[in-house]
Nanobody, 125 residues
Framework: QVQLVESGGGLVQAGGSLSLSCTAS???????????MGWYRQAPGKQRELVAH???????DYADSVKGRFTISRDSARSTVYLQMNSLKPEDTGVYSC????????????????WGKGTLVTVSS
Protein backbone atom coordinates (compact mmCIF):
# COMPACT_ATOMS: atom_id res chain seq x y z
CA GLN A 1 0.00 0.00 0.00
CA VAL A 2 0.91 3.65 -0.38
CA GLN A 3 0.87 6.04 2.53
CA LEU A 4 0.44 9.78 2.19
CA VAL A 5 1.32 12.17 4.98
CA GLU A 6 0.24 15.80 4.77
CA SER A 7 1.61 18.70 6.75
CA GLY A 8 1.38 22.46 6.87
CA GLY A 9 -2.22 23.19 7.79
CA GLY A 10 -3.20 25.66 10.43
CA LEU A 11 -4.99 28.89 11.25
CA VAL A 12 -4.36 32.00 9.19
CA GLN A 13 -6.06 35.35 8.72
CA ALA A 14 -7.74 36.24 5.46
CA GLY A 15 -5.18 37.50 2.99
CA GLY A 16 -2.45 35.35 4.48
CA SER A 17 -0.54 32.40 3.08
CA LEU A 18 0.02 28.76 3.93
CA SER A 19 2.07 26.03 2.34
CA LEU A 20 1.03 22.39 2.41
CA SER A 21 3.15 19.37 1.62
CA CYS A 22 2.36 15.70 1.14
CA THR A 23 4.92 12.92 0.96
CA ALA A 24 4.21 9.44 -0.36
CA SER A 25 5.82 6.22 0.76
CA UNK A 26 5.20 2.59 -0.18
CA UNK A 27 5.45 -0.59 1.85
CA UNK A 28 6.88 -2.41 -1.18
CA UNK A 29 9.93 -0.18 -1.37
CA UNK A 30 11.20 3.10 -2.69
CA UNK A 31 8.89 4.95 -5.06
CA UNK A 32 10.24 5.30 -8.57
CA UNK A 33 7.46 7.39 -10.06
CA UNK A 34 3.99 8.75 -9.43
CA UNK A 35 1.66 9.61 -12.28
CA UNK A 36 -0.88 11.98 -10.78
CA MET A 37 -0.86 13.95 -7.56
CA GLY A 38 -3.49 16.32 -6.33
CA TRP A 39 -5.02 18.27 -3.51
CA TYR A 40 -8.69 18.12 -2.58
CA ARG A 41 -10.57 19.93 0.13
CA GLN A 42 -13.76 19.42 2.02
CA ALA A 43 -15.42 22.38 3.68
CA PRO A 44 -17.84 21.87 6.56
CA GLY A 45 -21.15 20.59 5.24
CA LYS A 46 -19.92 20.36 1.66
CA GLN A 47 -18.67 17.66 -0.66
CA ARG A 48 -15.00 17.14 -1.30
CA GLU A 49 -13.76 19.09 -4.31
CA LEU A 50 -10.62 19.14 -6.41
CA VAL A 51 -8.36 22.09 -5.61
CA ALA A 52 -5.35 21.40 -7.83
CA HIS A 53 -3.82 18.54 -9.79
CA UNK A 54 -0.41 17.89 -11.31
CA UNK A 55 0.63 15.13 -13.69
CA UNK A 56 3.91 13.31 -13.83
CA UNK A 57 4.89 15.57 -16.71
CA UNK A 58 4.17 18.69 -14.69
CA UNK A 59 0.88 19.74 -16.27
CA UNK A 60 -1.39 21.42 -13.77
CA ASP A 61 -5.01 22.36 -13.42
CA TYR A 62 -6.88 24.25 -10.74
CA ALA A 63 -10.36 24.85 -9.46
CA ASP A 64 -11.61 28.18 -10.77
CA SER A 65 -11.98 29.45 -7.22
CA VAL A 66 -8.22 29.17 -6.54
CA LYS A 67 -6.71 30.11 -9.89
CA GLY A 68 -4.13 32.85 -9.51
CA ARG A 69 -3.89 32.31 -5.75
CA PHE A 70 -2.76 28.70 -5.32
CA THR A 71 0.20 26.93 -6.90
CA ILE A 72 0.73 23.19 -7.00
CA SER A 73 4.19 21.74 -7.53
CA ARG A 74 5.98 18.48 -7.01
CA ASP A 75 9.40 17.08 -6.20
CA SER A 76 9.38 13.69 -7.84
CA ALA A 77 12.69 12.67 -6.29
CA ARG A 78 11.11 13.10 -2.86
CA SER A 79 7.66 11.78 -3.89
CA THR A 80 6.26 15.01 -2.53
CA VAL A 81 3.58 17.39 -3.74
CA TYR A 82 3.19 20.94 -2.48
CA LEU A 83 0.39 23.47 -2.43
CA GLN A 84 1.28 27.11 -1.95
CA MET A 85 -1.81 29.04 -0.95
CA ASN A 86 -1.77 32.83 -1.10
CA SER A 87 -4.44 35.49 -0.59
CA LEU A 88 -6.45 33.03 1.45
CA LYS A 89 -10.14 33.63 1.95
CA PRO A 90 -12.51 32.32 4.64
CA GLU A 91 -14.15 30.15 1.99
CA ASP A 92 -10.84 28.30 1.58
CA THR A 93 -11.40 26.78 5.01
CA GLY A 94 -11.56 23.01 5.02
CA VAL A 95 -9.72 19.75 5.36
CA TYR A 96 -7.14 19.47 2.60
CA SER A 97 -6.29 15.96 1.49
CA CYS A 98 -3.57 14.68 -0.78
CA UNK A 99 -4.34 12.17 -3.52
CA UNK A 100 -2.13 10.04 -5.73
CA UNK A 101 -2.74 7.67 -8.60
CA UNK A 102 -0.31 5.47 -10.48
CA UNK A 103 2.48 4.84 -8.01
CA UNK A 104 5.36 2.65 -9.14
CA UNK A 105 8.03 1.04 -6.99
CA UNK A 106 10.72 -1.35 -8.18
CA UNK A 107 8.43 -4.37 -7.78
CA UNK A 108 4.86 -3.09 -7.69
CA UNK A 109 2.61 -0.77 -9.67
CA UNK A 110 -0.34 0.63 -7.75
CA UNK A 111 -2.99 1.74 -10.19
CA UNK A 112 -5.57 2.73 -7.63
CA UNK A 113 -6.01 6.02 -5.83
CA UNK A 114 -4.62 6.66 -2.38
CA TRP A 115 -5.59 9.38 0.05
CA GLY A 116 -3.93 11.06 2.96
CA LYS A 117 -5.77 11.67 6.21
CA GLY A 118 -5.94 15.40 5.58
CA THR A 119 -4.79 18.58 7.23
CA LEU A 120 -7.10 21.32 8.47
CA VAL A 121 -6.83 24.80 7.04
CA THR A 122 -8.81 27.51 8.80
CA VAL A 123 -8.98 31.02 7.40
CA SER A 124 -10.41 33.63 9.73
CA SER A 125 -12.07 36.80 8.50
Amino acid sequence: QVQLVESGGGLVQAGGSLSLSCTASAASGSIISINDMGWYRQAPGKQRELVAHITGGGSTDYADSVKGRFTISRDSARSTVYLQMNSLKPEDTGVYSCNTRGVRTLFVYYGQEFWGKGTLVTVSS
